[in-house]
Every structure is written in C-alpha cells, then in structure tokens.
C-alpha cells in the first residue's frame, strides 16, 4: 500500500522545503508544519497515511509528538529524523513507536528508500489483516457452539463484555472450552488484531512463572545471559488469558494485583517498571471463592480478576450441542463428509462426558481412526461411551442412613427432585425442565440416567 499522505514536521525550513519539492514530484500528497503542537492538530484534523518529523522541535518535540500521535492516529507510521547527536533521542522514538529513522543530513534516496520499506510492511500488515478476517468471518468466534439455553446465555456476556476493557473470570470444568470462551470475547473486541496469548500457570514451575509473565533484565540470573520480554509484554495491545489462574503461587499474586492496577510491569532483575496496555482475562476450573476463604488466593486479587464472571456449563448440561459439535469436530478432522449414525449419536448424547467438550473431540478422533465406514457406527466409539447405552441402575427413593457419600445423596435428591417434577406437571416434560431449570434434553438424559422413564 502506498503511503499517499505525509505530514512533515520540522522547525527548518530548508528540510520542510526540501522534502516537500521531493516528494510532491514523486507524487506524494504533502503538507509541511514547523513544530510538534501544528502537527498534533493536523493529525487530530484529518488522517495521514505517515509522519516525517524531526526530534528536536519548539512547542513538543518529536518525541512527545510520537506518543502523542500514537494515541491520535494509531494507523500513521511515523519516520523520526535526528541530526549528528540526537540518534539516542530517536531510538527512544522508535521505542515510543516510530518505525525508522532517518539521520541528518540525508540524501533524496535514504528518503525514498525508507518510505518504500514502510509502504511494503503496511501492505503486508493489510494483507495479513484481511486473510484473518476472512477466516474468523469463517469459523465464527472461536468455533464457540452455542446452542442450548446455557452457551447462549454465555454468548450474551461474551457479547456484551467483549467491546470493553473489563477483566473476565471464566469458570468450568476441564475440558468445557474456557479458552474458546475467551478467545471469542478477543475476537469480538477491539483488540482482535492484537495478540492473544494464553499461559497455564499451572505448566510453569513456580520459580520460572515471575519470568515468563514479566520478563528479566540482563543478569537477573545465573542463566538470564540476554534481556527477555515477559507475556504481559508480548501480549501488548491484545490480549492475555491467565488460565489456571488458582494455580498461581501466593507469593507472586501481588506482582500480578499490582500489574492489574497500575498497568505497568518491572522485568524480574530491573529496577524500572514499563507501561503494559493489555487486557487480561483469567480461566479457572477450581472454586476460587473457596479459595479466598481457605487463604490459598488473595482476595483483592480475586474480586480484581472477578469484575465479570462467566460460567461454561458442563457438556452433560448442554447434551442438545452434541450434533453441531460433532460435525464441527469432524469438519476440523478433515471427515466432513462422514456422519453419525443415529444410533451412535444417541449413544453420544446419553453419556455424561466428564471431560467435557475435549473429551468429545478426542472419541469422534479415535472412531475416525478406526472406522473405514463412510457413516461412525457405535463400535467404533470407546467402550464407556458405548455402555452408556446400557440399562441404567434405579435410584433408591432414599438414602441409606448409614451412607455418608455426598455423590450418592447429591444423585438420590436429583432424581427425587425429577420425579416430583414431572409428578407435579402430569408427566409434562417441557413443563417439568422449565421447574428443574433444566434443559429439555438435558431432562430426557437425566431421565434415563436414573431409570425414571
């Protein structure tokens, strides 16, 4: 893409003449001011495609010019042009972000030649830029099915969370799709051409995670031989997700309340801290709240990742999803042609999947594997998956007094709760569902679970 319009900031005349007869004759749309305040209110007036500007001006110099067209007029590339003595001010614009820099004097083809770089890396940023849309337009945000009453009511916090900077807790089991969730809060923000990066703090060792996240200076270690940017750092602009973020050790929940608050990082080793413009997010499977009352996670920590919460449901609470996250699956496995019988699809929708979504995947990958059949008969799933279809045990109307087991009592007054339901409607199951908050589908599987039918 050819950077048509530049705006020439420079308190000499004979540069701002000299590159405005330059490049006007290679058909450069210019316009030339003398100092940084001029041109700040040229950039908020209208766009330009680059600034050339000098960093030593009156009024603002370059370098405050650059920070501040950085918030003005984000898409403006900005070239900085420093005499014999000032090359340290303009790395610090390149810092600041500026693109290149020209020193001065400079001939007309250094001119030339740095706007030619520019144009290419802002066509090749524009390509990139348009490939990924084509591709989220494709897949929708994230692949996030939401189908059932439950996703789509986390569609709607997604939705409405997403254009803002808010913090996000987002709760579920392993394997639900906490990180689609948040993938798809990025994808619909303002950052989605910005990074989104994701660290399971639980897969650090806790002496490596202050690093990983906030970086370290040159030496801060035995083997820290060269400075390394940390996540937050990586993340600039975009998104970070902080998932098993209750695996956090103790110690460093501090550090991240302070990132959380101030916006700014201090590389491990470092004694200066650097602005950070990051939104983060946070995933986690275990009860933080419990967590806080246990004294294992710091309380303003959890009420500042917690500003929104999200739960994702459990697979077995959304069983309706299971033909639309099958084909999907299938599709993403290259077998889109192939289907599912309708007798391995009930198989599929009446088992409990504890490992969730993930798990799901993971058995419609092994019946691909071994099955040469156009259409996924329930041989080719695993063996749980199949007895599921198998009679299922009655619950006892009450609990043995001497049986102390919290997931029997939890299944013998679900099931009591089910059956007054439907004792309570006639045997109305729609009406039933309604009572139990449940889904239709849910309500059937639960039904047969418990030998209620």
């Known amino acids: 893409m050819a950077l048509r319009s530049i705006l020439i900031a420079d308190d000499e005349e004979s540069i701002r003449h000299l590159l405005t007869v330059l490049l006007t004759e290679r058909g450069y749309d210019v316009r030339a001011v003398s100092d940084g305040e001029e041109a700040l209110r040229e950039l908020q007036a209208r766009d330009y495609h680059a600034l050339v500007t ?76 348009t490939l990924r849309r084509e591709i989220a337009r494709a897949r929708g945000p994230s692949q996030l099915v939401a189908e059932s009453p439950a996703m789509r009511e986390v569609m709607r916090v997604v939705h409405k969370v997403a254009p803002t900077a808010t913090t996000v807790l987002i ?80 110690l460093l929940q501090p550090a991240l309340l302070r990132v959380l608050q101030e916006s700014e990082v201090r590389r491990v080793g470092d004694t200066r801290s650097a602005k950070v413009d990051v939104r983060v997010l946070a995933a986690t499977n275990r009860d933080l ?49 192939r289907r599912i019988s309708p007798r391995a699809l009930e198989l599929l929708q009446r088992y409990r999947w504890p490992g969730n979504v993930r798990e799901l995947e993971n058995a419609l990958e092994r019946a691909l594997v071994l099955s040469e059949e156009e259409e996924l008969e329930p041989e080719a799933l695993p063996e749980a998956v199949r007895s599921a279809g198998a009679a299922p045990e009655p619950v006892p109307a009450s609990l043995d007094p001497d049986d102390f087991s919290v997931k029997r009592a939890q299944r013998v007054m679900e099931a009591d709760l089910i059956r007054r339901a439907l004792e309570h409607t006639g045997g109305n199951r729609t009406r039933a569902a309604e009572l139990l908050e449940l889904s239709p589908r849910a309500l059937l599987y639960k039904i047969r679970e418990y030998g209620l039918e």
């Open 54 to 129: 000098d960093v030593r001006m009156p009024k603002l110099d370059g370098l405050a010019l650059v920070r501040a067209a950085q918030a003005a007029s984000p898409e403006t590339t900005i070239i900085v042009m420093s005499a014999y003595g000032s090359h340290q001010l303009a790395i610090e614009a390149m810092k600041a972000g500026a693109y290149d820099y020209l020193g001065k004097p400079f001939r007309p083809d250094e001119v030339l030649l740095v706007l030619r770089k520019a144009e290419e890396r802002e066509r090749l940023r524009l390509e990139n830029l």
């Open 289 to 337: 709240a419990a967590l806080v009352q246990a004294g294992r996670f710091r309380e303003d920590l959890y009420y500042r990742l917690n500003v929104v919460g999200v739960k994702v449901p459990p697979l077995r609470e959304r069983l309706e999803e299971i033909p639309a996250l099958a084909a999907r699956f299938l599709g993403r496995h290259g077998a889109a042609a």
């Open 171 to 250: 709760e579920g089991e392993s394997g639900t799709g906490k990180e689609v969730v948040a993938r798809a809060i990025h994808e619909l923000s303002p950052r989605a051409e910005r990074p989104f990066v994701a660290v399971n703090c639980g897969a650090i060792p806790e002496q490596l995670i202050e690093s990983e996240l906030f970086g370290h200076a040159k030496g801060a270690f035995t083997d820290a031989g060269t400075a390394k940017r940390g996540l937050f750092e990586e993340a600039e602009g975009g998104t970070l997700l902080l998932d098993e973020v209750a695996e956090l050790p103790l």
